[in-house]
């Protein structure tokens, strides 16, 4: 009775059932799971966004998921590589595999459901996976001893000049008339169709196919063809002629073949969707940016010392600093942090500069590192700009001056240990003493971008941000506190690492 209670729990009141109701009218497991799964799914779609609907009303519909039941034959080309299989996963449970960055081969950013990539036209991709559905298919004819042509029909006439009514023409079709074929892979996450296909499966490859009839029903009846549109969803969803034609040809290959018209069914489709969800993959891959590429990683015993560090545990041992012999490294690692030798500060500003240049230009500013060095007698050998960007605010340059403080100094030691930001407020007011006049007298905004080794960020530094984050938002379209979100942590990391290996290197082996 128990099992019976959390059942009726999870469906809806009009569906429940009773030890009576199993007694007189039994039920299958089937079934009473099947009412489980349905209910589950109806819930789930209703707690997700619209994309995600669409999405998984997509990869829910019939022969969709077939590409996870095929068995793999790198021979008869039926496999994914490790690096495939995995990023096909994330992309078919809506985990983002290339999002949060440019595409490498045209302006727009990346989204986390893999729209873009699977729809970018340049790189080749989408001609890529057209030609490979269309192969497979005319394959599958040839080997059902149906005659074929690809892409038939290419500049037949003064009007339809370098047009393609056919990937496919298959001879002798139905009925005596030839078929062509027109396959086209369409995304349900088009904002043509995105509404739509949230809410009934298989809207955007039926508006897909009405637009084929659009254009090739007249051109296909010139030439005694009948038009076909062959068009599937990029996760799976197949249109209603597709799987018409599909049925028909499986027929076809069950009779010359002599096999079960079923396996053919199950065959056909699982090439297909094989081939599909491989191309899709592989368009995704190349779009996508390894984390370590972009500098957003630690290694392990990077990662392991800066846990220590940040938590105020010792990292040191008590151990001497092996850049300076006469300095015991203290336990919050202050010394190693603002050690002069070695090289680790000069890396660590070079590494924060670079990431706020690069912004920059993401954002379509035009930036120069390094600048005002020698520029007059009276400031030579000085470089009041890290990064100097053009136009800025009210057509003035601004003069970007980064700099990494310790909240551990002394001399700000005691107002830290009060107020957050106190020494990076400090060390602003030292650059603009040192800068202003400098920058004044070459018509540039001294700008100071402090932070602390912890990561606090002085007030001007997160106004700078704040400003750069709304040009990057306009340029990306992409939402400001997204923007701001990844800024942050790119900055943040690139800190982080360089403390800890600042720390490392300065930890005698014993």
């Known amino acids: 009775m128990q099992s019976i209670d959390d059942f009726n729990h999870c469906i809806p009141p009009s569906k429940a059932i009773s030890f009576e109701s199993l007694t007189n009218t039994p039920s299958s497991q089937k079934a009473l799971s099947g009412e489980l799964e349905d209910e589950l799914f109806r819930q789930l779609l209703s707690k997700s966004s619209v994309p995600d609907r669409a999405r998984l009303l997509s990869v829910s519909s019939p022969h969709a998921s077939v590409w996870l039941s095929v068995v793999p034959s790198p021979g008869l080309n039926l496999h994914l590589e490790p690096a495939e299989f995995q990023a096909a996963i994330q992309w078919w449970l809506g985990i983002g595999v290339a999002h949060g960055s440019l595409c490498p081969h045209c302006p727009h950013s990346l989204d986390p459901l893999g729209h873009h990539a699977l729809t970018c036209k340049h790189g080749g991709d989408v001609v ?15 080997r059902a001893c149906i005659g074929v042509q690809v892409e038939a029909g290419s500049g037949l006439g003064r009007d339809e000049h370098h047009t393609r009514p056919a990937d496919v023409l298959a001879t002798n079709w139905m009925l005596g008339k030839p078929a062509a074929f027109d396959f086209a892979v369409t995304s349900p996450l088009n904002s043509s169709t995105l509404h739509e296909a949230s809410v009934t499966a298989g809207s955007a490859a039926h508006a897909t196919e009405a637009r084929k009839h659009q254009a090739n029903d007249v051109k296909c009846a010139e030439l005694g063809w009948v038009s076909i549109p062959v068009v599937v969803e990029t996760y799976g969803c197949w249109g209603t002629e597709a799987k018409w034609a599909l ?100 890396f660590r500003h070079n590494r924060l500069r670079d990431v706020v240049a690069e912004s920059c230009r993401l954002a379509h500013l035009s930036v120069k ?142």
């Open 369 to 510: 590192v390094e600048a005002g060095y020698n520029l007059t007698p009276d400031h030579s050998h000085t470089r009041p700009a890290d990064v100097l960007v053009q136009n800025w605010s009210r057509g003035r340059p601004a003069a970007f001056d980064i700099c990494v403080t310790s909240p551990l100094n002394t001399l700000t030691l005691s107002e830290a240990g009060v107020c957050a930001g106190a020494a990076a407020q400090a060390g602003e007011v030292r650059k603009h003493s040192a800068n202003d006049d400098k920058c004044g007298d070459l018509g540039w905004f001294c700008v100071p971008l402090v932070t602390e080794t912890y990561g606090a960020w002085g007030a001007e530094a997160k106004a700078c941000f704040s400003q750069l984050a709304s040009r990057l938002s306009i340029r990306l379209q992409k939402p400001k506190s997204v923007i701001l979100y990844e800024l942050y942590g790119r900055l943040n990391t690139c800190l982080v690492r360089c403390v800890a290996t600042a720390i490392l290197s300065r930890i005698q082996s014993s």
């Open 128 to 142: 890529n996976r057209h030609n490979r559905l269309r192969d497979v298919f005319a394959e599958s004819c040839r």
């Open 247 to 346: 049925s028909q040809l499986a027929s076809r290959l069950a009779m010359r073949l002599n096999s079960p018209k079923s396996t053919k069914t199950a065959s056909l489709y699982g090439r297909l969707s094989i081939t599909l969800v491989r191309a899709n993959v592989r368009a995704l891959l190349s779009r996508a940016i390894s984390l370590d590429g972009l500098g957003l990683h630690l290694n392990p015993d990077q990662f392991q010392v800066a846990i220590k560090w940040w938590l105020g545990l010792d990292t040191s041992g008590g151990s001497l600093c092996s850049l300076c012999p006469d300095t015991v490294l203290d336990p919050l690692g202050h010394h190693a942090s603002t050690c002069k030798r070695g090289g680790d500060a000069v």
